[in-house]
């Protein structure tokens, strides 16, 4: 099969891993890729949301199955272009993509369809979001309407914070994706990222981790787009994975057929294990990230024929997939200045070492500069990913791995897998 990869982040380096690993493949592209992607697939230079320009490159490689990463392409209509095309897609429509490019579009979407979620707020200017925090109790969750590369969250401690983030959002620094906010009830409980795949009919869970959101240890400071995942995760007990399956995921998939928009890709749950049971704090329409590069070190079965299976309405012709018993952890090194304006440029020697059996580095924000000199070009920069028959061992793995890699104006947290490891 020829393959083309789309997306140039850690989640599609794991991707690519894992699917040049298959012996169904024959060639696989990547459009645009990253320097680590260069070891598994050919590179083009094909934006993420050049839909024209993706289609006619998978014509030329005469693509069995394109496998889109990134939520910007979903949301730029890849999937809607691929079908009209002919070609086969493994990502959901626009239209079905709006359950993670419009955060009130899934709020309605759970009510319409008895999704259990938080209380929330639709705000269409900054006087009406002001307003609305009367109605919840701090911590404020303030979130851009629309996508903000993770970015889009604040959980404001207090009036004040809240009523900035609100400013901010309003104030244009998401861009149009802060021209509409979402005021959310804070929710207690415990983080888990579940992913689910559907082929427009059928569907199955494909492994949960959980991911650290905050920027430094100890869940302190802003929200990232995620600084590091392990699985398995134990929140994920059997009766949770049950519950989400039957609660959010069942409903999800059924309510957006209900919708004309059947639903063909990997469905990521991001929920809250409350007292009350789960709770859906976001859907994503494509794969996490980091999420992905730790259930990719994980997944025992090969992956394409799940993929394919997504995009041709095959899902319930094939069994569920195999998981390694291995734990897997993934540290994500980041440029210094992230989740804010991260610095560009910094040298970074050692990513491409051989760091042993089981331990492998995703890049994510690199670039080779013209002396071949690989450098930080991004926030989230490099993953640094271990398995191992234990979560403590993989860990120890992977920090060893860290530490063996000079990026002066790198950094990562130290304290992955914290909630599994005490
Ligand atoms: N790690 C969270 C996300 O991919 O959105």
Redesign the pocket.
């Known amino acids: 099969m020829n393959i083309l990869i789309v997306g140039s982040g850690g ?1 599609e380096h794991s991707l690519a891993w894992k699917i040049a690993a298959s012996p169904l493949v024959k060639r696989l592209v990547a459009a645009p890729g990253n320097p680590g992607m260069a070891a598994q697939c050919e590179l083009r230079n094909v934006a993420v949301t050049d839909v024209d320009g993706l289609v006619a490159l998978a014509q030329q490689i005469a693509a069995d199955l394109v496998v889109i990463g990134p939520e910007t392409a979903v949301a730029a209509g890849l999937a809607d272009a691929l079908a009209a095309a002919g070609i086969p897609c493994f990502g959901p429509t626009a239209q079905a993509g709006q359950l993670e490019s419009s955060k009130a579009f899934t709020k309605a979407f759970c009510d319409r369809y008895g999704l259990p979620t938080s209380a929330y707020a639709v705000c269409e200017d900054a006087e009406a979001a002001k307003a609305a925090l009367e109605r919840f109790a701090p911590p404020y969750v303030i979130k851009a309407d629309g996508l903000a590369a ?1 970015k889009g969250v604040v959980i404001a401690s207090d009036r004040a914070e809240a009523e900035a983030a609100i400013e901010d959002a309003f104030g244009g620094r998401f861009g149009q994706a802060g021209a509409r906010v979402v005021i959310e009830e804070f929710l207690e409980g415990e983080i888990g ?1 579940l992913f689910a795949l559907c082929d427009g009919k059928t569907s199955m869970v494909f492994g949960w981790a959980q ?1 650290h ?1 905050r920027v430094f240890d100890g869940e302190q400071g802003p929200n990232t ?2 600084m590091g ?1 392990y699985s398995p995760a134990p929140v994920f007990t059997p009766e949770l994975v049950e519950q989400v399956r039957a609660r959010l995921v069942d409903p999800a998939f059924a309510g957006i057929a209900a919708d004309g928009a059947p639903y063909r890709g990997v469905l ?1 749950v ?1 929920l809250m294990a409350t007292r009350d049971g789960p709770k859906l704090v ?1 859907f ?1 329409t ?7 590069q730790v259930l990719m070190l994980r997944l025992k079965s090969d992956l394409v024929p799940y993929l394919l299976a997504c995009a041709t309405g095959r899902l319930a012709q094939i069994p569920g997939p195999e998981w390694r018993d291995d734990a897997a952890i993934c540290v994500v090194l980041a440029a210094k200045g992230y989740p804010g304006t991260p610095q560009a440029g910094g040298v970074i020697k050692g990513a491409d070492a051989d760091f042993g059996a089981d331990a492998v580095v995703f890049h994510a924000g690199t670039t080779r500069d013209a002396q071949g000199m690989l450098r930080a070009a991004g926030g989230r920069v490099l993953n640094v990913c271990a398995r191992a028959g234990t979560l403590r061992e993989a860990k120890d793995k992977a920090y060893a791995a860290v530490d063996a890699i000079d990026f002066p104006d790198g950094f990562c947290r130290r304290d992955i897998g914290w909630r599994a490891l005490g």
Do not use: L, M, Y
């Open positions: 989640r993770g990222s991911d959101k787009g995620g995942t990521f991001e976001e994503n494509r794969f996490g990230d980091p999420e992905c």
